[in-house]
């Protein structure tokens, strides 16, 4: 079974950078692509990008394309998401998902997605 933390969100003013992390353990990381979804208030959760396992290719939403950058480490067992410029816009909580092993990156609905973070509440001010 795969858990998956989230950390590093908080309160930030707009244009203001964030980085989340999300740490994994109990299973073999390096082969599950990974992704970074998003809940804001009276919304359903979003997909905001992905990293696939084979060669670490991204993925992104078009509302963060050119803001947000997602990394992972292996030998750490970690995926983060880098966020720039951040806009009242981005507030919401923050999930970390992980889909089962050798899974490809194609589908990023909440439900090719197999494990699940508590997530991470990103609060941006105007």
């Known amino acids: 079974q795969v858990q998956l933390v989230e950390s590093g969100g908080g309160l930030v003013q707009a244009g203001a950078s964030l980085r989340l992390t999300c740490a994994a353990s109990?299973?073999?990381?390096?082969?599950?692509?990974m992704g970074w979804f998003r809940q804001a208030p009276g919304k359903e959760r979003e997909f905001v990008g992905t990293?696939?396992?084979?060669?670490?290719?991204?993925y992104y939403v078009d509302s963060v394309k050119g803001r947000f950058t997602i990394s992972r480490d292996n030998a750490k067992s970690a995926v983060y998401l880098q966020m720039n410029s951040l806009k009242p816009e981005d507030t919401a909580v923050y999930y970390c998902?992980?889909?089962?092993?050798?899974?490809?990156?194609?589908?990023?609905?909440?439900?090719?997605?197999?494990?699940w973070g508590q997530g991470t509440q990103v609060t941006v001010s105007s």
């Open positions: 998902a992980a889909k089962n092993r050798f899974a490809g990156w194609g589908d990023n609905s909440r439900t090719a997605y197999d494990y």
């Open positions: 109990g299973g073999t990381f390096s082969t599950r692509t």
């Open positions: 990293i696939n396992w084979r060669d670490s290719s991204t």
